[in-house]
């Protein structure tokens, strides 16, 4: 089994703030997803989120594990904050996560932005928050209720940036298909509670509608901070290139501690297996589209593209289509006659009862009804003439001869 992710992502300023501090990254070659919150006055906030996630990139890229790769973000953040007078004091979260071949999630954790795992439509919390309350509720001092309402619920214990070196969180997450994944910022957990967090991750399909609806939660309650929400679906490979004649093996055993990112996994781009599997879509609906359009299209010919004469009320008529129609395509009056059926010649008057002709066009059918208006005359102009008498001639019996012994 080989997974993928599919991932989609919103971030706001929030409804009070002027400037958005948080920032994610999304790195399908990599299979790298982050999300960093962070602060420090005078947009430091920015450059503090912005560093850490550009040095955990160049980590994980060079190879790195993800907990080095997090404390290599770290290293850049403090190293900007201390070299740098405007930006002293800035610093972020960070909750990063590379995805291994074989389907191990490795996640690696400072701060209080979060990770969620939503499997068979129950959502479980992956990291703990290194924030006071947490704290408090962790010795028994408050409950997570009083933890929600708590106004130094966003004082955060643990930050990159604020010490040469920092105690990085490890998550190892054995995934599975139909995965659902939530990195966000405490500007959606602070405001969203989390049912109804779990709500819109079960009843949206799209990882990017979902990460809009959750932004959109959060400004509706109030929006007090800025809120970043990256959404991870997690899909079996095979299920996308279960038409191709040849799966990715299975890869490393996920019993492994903390293997190294897989270069295969780095070189395989999710993008490449969702077009194979619109291809497998397209490549069946395609012929059978053509073929009902044809169909309908020599159907269409075959009922419309003709004439006959026929009976409409007692009057002699020419219509387009055929006699009774051919499926959804009804023949059309096209022209009525100052005729009357019962005035034409017995067999016409058959024929015509019963839809006469396939031509081609209008004209020749009119042909047709200027013969059967001429026969129909010409009977009713020689009914007084008398028939020929028909005379028999009978031979006389002519007497056989028979020889008498
Ligand atoms: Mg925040």
Known sequence: MTLHMIVGAASDTGR????????????????????????????????????????????VSSGDAIRDAVAAANGAVYEKSTTDERLRGMGTTMTAATLASGGTLLLGHVGDSRAYLLRDGELHRVTTDHSLVEELVQAGELTEEEAEADPRRSMITRALGIEPVVNVDLYPLQLQPGDRLLFCSDGLTGMVPEDHIAGVLEDEVDPNVVAQ??????????????????????????????????????????????PEPEPEAAATEPAAPRRRRWWRVLRWAIPIVLVIGIAGGVLWWYARDTYYVGNNHGQVAVFKGRPGGVLIWKETLARREQLRVSDLQPTDQEQVKAGHGQFSSLADAEAYVRRIRRSATTTTTTTTTAPPPITTTTAPPTPSSTPTP
């Open 213 to 258: 609806q959750l932004v959109a939660l959060a400004n509706d309650a109030g929006g007090i901070d800025n809120i970043t929400a990256v959404v991870v679906d997690l899909v079996d490979d095979a299920d996308m290139t279960a038409s191709l004649p040849a799966v990715a093996p299975d890869t490393p055993p996920p019993d492994e501690p903390e």
């Open 16 to 59: 009070v703030r002027d400037h958005n501090e948080d920032s994610y990254l999304v790195d399908d070659q990599l299979a790298l997803v982050a999300v960093a919150d962070g602060m420090g006055g005078h947009q430091a906030g920015e450059v503090a989120s912005a560093t850490a996630l550009e040095a955990l990139r160049a980590s």
